[in-house]
């Protein structure tokens, strides 16, 4: 077995190098490793000084995320995090100047290592951060209390409570890092840990006290802290901890802070919110993983891309490809559509660069890559086309038609298509090996989830090259399979409906939004349709009805088609579920949206009645999860985790609630398999339990287990 960690003496300098592929996580043996490498440093008459390093292409990115789930209780985390700490303080106390030279990232453990040695180096490229907060946890090896120490309090509680990255410059200008080395890193480290040793310097973090000197403006910054996290936490509880042990850095020594810290790490690795964050961290990755599929399988190389349609959904696909230096042909069958498509798409460029994003120079940049047409010339140039026209079958099939003939044989035929069956167009096309769906969520150039849908003749190097563009995209590319409305507009029709039923029972717009915000949700399911526009769901049902199917089975709502026929698409009109003043986004309750929800309910003979927010949240969750279960069940999404991944990056589902199928694990299939029987029985048949959750439930497991 390969050493974690080597020793080596060059100039005089012991060189400790953490060896742990893929990102020199510290795993067991890798502390352990470097504390005793280091002590053989300081008793090594050959060495003057110590270089910590990591080989490959990073220096240590943090604990091993693993061991997290393996803590089995406070105790055991309080003894690990004493060790840890204690291990820390030692190599603090190494007699001969300590050098972190670093590259790649230093993160979590990482940076909290760096933090114990006497001084860090960096290469220009790398980075450093306290990225546990997106794992429901807290700093746990002294990250709060030496960091506020290097860099002050208010970029410690910004680096904690957001998990952001610092570039080596940042990190440079705030005293995280003491020297950025252009050239050869482990040479610069050595030479400037020997200049140190010259010069018989050693300064150790933990009594740097001059940053965290001014108690008031620290704990005042700790306050607003505090108060900006009540907008964006959205109900996580990591970054309030976070805010709690830095705050201890300003109230006790630096003793007693690593005691709160190793108390508050305890409660939250334990905590189901850290449970479901690392679930995710995972399942983010995992998704990339697709049977049949290894990491070089034959994929195409996309240089350039096509669209063909530039309504809200082209403009935002095109926008997407452009940002990541893909040029683009965008055509639209009119002169006016496409005149409209590309002034949407300057301006939305342009309010970019008047927030300062991007310059002017880049703005006309990202506009120089777009080549709109009428026509198709081109197309035979092109790696990938993405079909984008409205959501109408007969339209898109004529599309896929005309692709086969004007593209080259080994062109990716994409269609972002929000449910229709791939197959059809991929028939149409008459290469159906090529095809495949690309589902963008709207805004296409915003939302990172992007649903590959695989037809039944779609090769592997097309789901290859989809998946890798996905990531040159800058998307989270998850594989479905080609069911009506894949996976996440599948079982949305299922929150939906639930919402819509709430809503005739007795429950108003605007309270089903809070409950489901008060939740998590960046926005409840009404402003959601909103913004997405109410026409999109109507013509949708309207193709539905047209072949004799329904979305969700169940009660329909009538109100949504009601809307529809009234011209309330939402926002775009100045009215939806909610009315909008002109120039304002706020939505404004409507008295109109009541009487239109009394007169549904007397029509269904429902007599309307108050609904609490937990009745609220537990039948649209119920609702979604039991469809989850069907669509596992049926393989049209691989793993519980891809369906997470989709909510989270498709919907803005909660993170720290982990997704549909880690809530519903959370609280237990039995229990929500009652839920399902209960609502049947309150409600109707159209609550059917998924023969997956009743198994899974009699079996004594989780969708993840
Ligand atoms: C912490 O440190 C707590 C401390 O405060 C207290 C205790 C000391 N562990 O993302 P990639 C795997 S909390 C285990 O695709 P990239 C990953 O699963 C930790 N595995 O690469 C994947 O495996 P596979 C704080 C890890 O280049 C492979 O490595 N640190 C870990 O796009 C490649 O990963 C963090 O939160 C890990 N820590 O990005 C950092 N990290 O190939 C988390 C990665 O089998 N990591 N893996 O799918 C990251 O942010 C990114 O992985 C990184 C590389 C930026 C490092």
Not at 100 to 106: C, F, L, R, W
Not at 285 to 291: G, L, M, N, T
Not at 670 to 687: C, I, N, S
Request: aromatic share 6%.
């Amino acid at each position: 077995m390969p050493e974690l960690v080597r020793y080596h003496v060059q100039e005089e300098v012991a060189v400790v190098t953490v060896d742990n592929p893929p990102v020199n996580a510290l795993s067991p043996g890798v502390p352990e490793g470097i504390s005793e490498m280091v002590a053989r440093a300081a008793a090594d008459p050959a060495a003057r000084a110590v270089v910590l390093i990591g080989a490959g292409t990073t220096f240590i990115a943090g604990a091993d995320i693993r061991i997290f789930g393996t803590i089995p209780d406070r105790e055991a985390s309080l003894r690990r995090s004493r060790e840890i700490h204690a291990r820390l303080l030692a190599l603090e106390d190494c007699p001969k100047p300590l050098v972190a030279a670093i590259h790649g990232t230093a993160l979590g453990g990482g940076l909290e290592f760096a933090m114990a040695c006497h001084y860090r180096v960096g290469v220009p490229a790398a980075r450093v951060g306290q990225p546990e907060v997106l794992l429901g946890i807290i700093p746990g090896a002294g990250g709060t209390q030496r960091l506020p120490r290097l860099a002050g309090v208010p970029t410690a509680l910004e680096l904690c409570t957001q998990g952001n990255h610092s570039s080596a410059s940042r990190a440079l200008a705030e005293g995280i890092l003491d020297q950025i080395v252009e050239g050869d890193l482990l040479a610069g480290a050595i030479a400037f840990a020997r200049a140190k040793a010259a010069a018989g310097e050693i300064r150790k973090t933990r009594h740097l006290d001059a940053r965290i000197a001014d108690r008031q403006a620290g704990l005042t910054a700790c306050a607003a802290a505090r108060a900006g996290l009540r907008k964006i936490a959205r109900g996580a509880r990591a970054p309030y901890a976070c805010v709690d042990a830095i705050e201890a850095a300003l109230t006790l020594d630096f003793g007693g802070g690593c005691q709160r810290e190793i108390e508050i790490f305890a409660d939250c690795v334990l905590s189901a919110e850290s449970r479901n964050l690392v679930r995710l961290f995972f399942a983010e990755r995992e998704v990339a993983k697709v049977p049949g599929i290894a990491k070089d399988s034959p994929a195409r190389q996309i240089r350039s891309a096509a669209v063909v349609g530039a309504g809200t959904m082209g403009g935002g696909i095109a926008m997407s490809y452009v940002n990541a230096g893909i040029p683009v042909i965008l055509r639209e069958a009119g002169q006016e559509a496409l005149d409209r498509g590309l002034s949407v798409i300057r301006k939305n460029y342009e309010i970019s660069a008047s927030k300062g994003k991007i310059s002017k120079e880049q703005v006309e940049r990202a506009l120089s890559l777009i080549r709109p047409t009428l026509g198709w010339e081109g197309f035979d140039q092109v790696d990938i086309v993405v079909e984008a026209v409205f959501e109408n079958f007969e339209l898109k099939k004529s599309v896929f038609a005309e692709l086969g003939r004007v593209t080259r044989p080994d062109c990716i035929l994409a269609s972002n298509t929000s449910t229709l069956d791939i197959d059809q167009f991929a028939q149409a096309s008459g290469r159906p090996a090529s095809v495949v769906g690309h589902h963008f969520f709207s805004p296409a150039n915003v939302m990172k989830l992007l649903e590959i849908v695989r037809g039944k003749h779609s090769s592997l190097e097309t789901i290859a090259t989809s998946l890798q563009l996905a990531k040159k995209l800058g998307k989270v590319g998850v594989v479905v399979g080609n069911c009506f409305g894949f996976v996440a507009n599948r079982m949305l029709a299922y929150y939906l409906r639930e919402a819509h039923l709430l809503l005739e029972e007795g429950a108003s717009v605007s309270q089903i939004d809070q409950a489901l915000t008060d939740f998590g949700f960046p926005v409840g399911p009404y402003a959601m349709q909103d913004i997405a526009g109410i026409d999109v769901g109507a013509r949708i049902r309207q193709y539905l009805r047209s072949i004799g199917k329904t979305r969700a089975e169940g009660p329909q709502s009538v109100i949504p088609d009601q809307l529809y026929e009234m011209g309330r698409y939402g926002q775009k009109t100045g009215a939806g579920w909610y009315r909008y003043e002109p120039g304002n986004r706020a939505p404004v309750p409507d008295p109109l949206i009541e009487e239109l929800a009394e007169k549904a309910a007397a029509a269904r003979g429902l007599t309307r009645r108050p609904i609490a927010a937990e009745e609220i949240v537990s039948r649209v969750m119920t609702a979604l999860a039991n469809e989850g279960a069907n669509v596992l069940a049926e393989g049209m999404a691989l793993r519980p985790g891809d369906i997470d991944v989709i909510y989270v990056h498709g919907f803005g589902f909660p993170r720290h609630r982990g997704g549909p199928m880690a809530y519903a694990d959370h609280l237990g299939l039995p229990a929500m398999l009652a839920k399902v029987r209960e609502y049947r029985q309150t409600f109707g048949d159209h609550w059917s339990a998924s023969p997956l959750l009743e198994r899974l439930a009699a079996e004594g497991k989780g969708f993840y287990s």
